[in-house]
């Protein structure tokens, strides 16, 4: 494949990260996610968007003929490889807004799962539809849909291969918002450079506490957010917020 995969776009402290591949759907194979999982281990932005060229796909799927001849080890492989790109998106130490703009099935609905915040564009579809290539949801993708929309709704979409439209994305919790396709770019612009004025230290913090919602029992889940909660205090940001809140003026966070 010619060409950098993954195109890099910052303004100011955010970063945008574009699977450009609009020929093949934006589809992912293995150098696409190698690069993918590059391009977001090395940034240092406040905030992340993750999109796709053109406006046809976000990302139609992982890359069908690529896959179809994989033997087992190659395909666990292939898996943990999708597990890496998935959790660094999950993992990384601030926002990440998915900007749904067209298709998004199979490992492209799991790479906008694993985002803090999904946006889609009017004519957006997602679904879980590896049932119907005899195969499951190998990213994440069984696991954190379900957290999203509930058990009942994660099932039937995952036995069926359901593919649901923006509005009923929007309905079922899978999208926070729906906007005009010629709309997006710009919504979610303004949405991330507002996320990136927002203290980077208190919303790491808010980050790792709500990924922890699932991943321990509730009792150590409010000890772990009582700890973030009161290290927070003394930095220079929690000092400007409560004096400008105070002093009834915008803070200067750092």
């Not at 080890?73 to 703009?101: C, F, K, R, S, W």
Request: hydrophobic share 45%; glycine share 10%; net charge negative.
């Amino acid at each position: 494949m010619s060409g950098d995969p993954i195109r890099r776009e910052r303004t100011g402290d955010v970063l945008t990260l574009t699977v450009d591949r609009p020929d093949a759907l934006n589809a992912l194979n293995t150098e696409v996610l190698e690069d993918l999982l590059d391009a977001i281990e090395s940034a240092d932005a406040r905030v992340l968007v993750l999109t796709g060229a053109g406006d046809d796909a976000f990302v139609a799927g992982a890359d069908i003929s690529y896959m179809q001849d994989l033997s087992t080890a190659e395909a666990q492989e292939y898996a943990e490889l999708g597990h890496a790109v998935t959790d660094a998106i999950e993992q990384y130490p601030g926002p990440v807004v998915a900007a749904v703009n067209g298709y998004a099935f199979g490992g492209g609905c799991e790479l906008a799962l694993a985002a803090d915040l999904r946006v889609a564009s009017n004519t957006a579809v997602l679904g879980q539809t590896e049932i119907d290539l005899g195969i499951v949801p190998g990213w994440g993708g069984t696991q954190r849909l379900t957290r999203i929309v509930g058990d009942a709704t994660a099932r039937r979409m995952v036995f069926f291969g359901e593919r649901v439209d923006a509005e009923d994305a929007q309905r079922l919790g899978l999208v926070g918002e729906v906007v005009a396709q010629d709309e997006l770019d710009d919504y979610v612009a303004e949405m991330a450079r507002e996320l990136a004025e927002k203290p980077a230290f208190a919303l790491q913090s808010a980050k790792e506490a709500l990924n922890q919602v699932h991943e321990m029992p509730q009792s150590a889940g409010l000890a772990f957010e009582r700890r973030l909660w009161s290290g927070l205090f003394g930095t220079h940001d929690q000092r400007e917020g409560m004096e400008a809140f105070v002093e009834k003026r915008d803070p200067d966070f750092e």
